[in-house]
């Protein structure tokens, strides 16, 4: 079994193994209602690769929503 350590922009550490990427995957299918089958290729490996693209995507994705409830189409 692989182990890998992710550190996010914060700092925040997070250990990327089988047990991480197993219940990742079960989130994934609850929340979208998808097979846990249609993600068996996602592995400890993959989700390292993908992490900081990700965390980027989702970064922005605030950033913006931050900046959208900070400007007030009124002028006021």
């Given amino acids: 079994m692989d ?4 550190t996010n922009w914060r700092g925040q550490q997070f ?28 592995t400890p490996e993959l989700l390292m690769e993908m992490l900081p693209t990700m965390e980027g995507i989702e970064r922005c994705r605030q950033l913006e929503e931050l900046w959208a409830a900070s400007v ?5």
């Fill in 3 to 6: 182990r890998y350590i992710y």
């Fill in 15 to 42: 250990v990327i193994d089988d047990s991480f990427i197993d219940d990742m995957k079960k989130r994934i299918s609850m929340d979208d209602g998808s097979d846990s089958s249609e993600l068996a290729d996602l």
């Fill in 72 to 76: 007030d189409p009124h002028g006021c």
